[in-house]
């Protein structure tokens, strides 16, 4: 891996393109939705994401992660092995996950 590739793989970066992903049924970029639960990457470059669904029999999952592969294409050598994606639920998601700004936007109340 190049030390160009190296200065632009961090978890902010990582983050960044995961908050351009949407959730394909709501329409609302993954992060804000609360499954990002959290973002590495190694030394070595490798991105490691721990993640949830909004339910444990989501369809979606499978096409969720290729978006995910997607964003992190120019940012890795190779997204297959240098992109570990582990989906949980362990917590379960609950919408108190959810960011403030989607909370008001669904009509939710504020979590205090």
């Given at each position: 891996?190049?030390?160009?590739?190296?200065?632009?793989?961090?978890?902010?970066?990582?983050?960044?393109?995961?908050?351009?992903i949407?959730?394909?049924?709501?329409?609302?970029?993954?992060?804000?939705?609360?499954?990002?639960?959290?973002?590495?990457?190694?030394?070595?470059?490798?991105?490691?994401?721990?993640?949830?669904?909004?339910?444990p029999?989501?369809?979606?999952?499978?096409?969720?992660?290729?978006?995910i592969?997607?964003?992190m294409?120019?940012?890795?050598?190779?997204?297959?092995?240098?992109?570990?994606?582990?989906?949980?639920?362990?917590?379960?998601?609950?919408?108190?996950?959810?960011?403030?700004e989607?909370?008001?936007?669904y009509?939710?109340?504020?979590?205090y």
């Amino acid at each position: 891996m190049s030390l160009e590739k190296a200065a632009v793989c961090n978890k902010a970066t990582v983050m960044a393109r995961l908050s351009t992903i949407l959730d394909p049924e709501l329409d609302v970029d993954i992060v804000s939705l609360g499954l990002i639960y959290k973002v590495s990457v190694t030394r070595a470059g490798v991105i490691k994401i721990l993640m949830t669904l909004t339910s444990p029999g989501c369809p979606l999952a499978g096409s969720i992660e290729a978006l995910i592969r997607s964003a992190m294409i120019d940012l890795v050598p190779d997204i297959d092995e240098d992109v570990h994606i582990t989906i949980t639920f362990d917590p379960p998601w609950t919408p108190d996950m959810m960011s403030e700004e989607v909370r008001l936007e669904y009509g939710m109340p504020p979590v205090y």
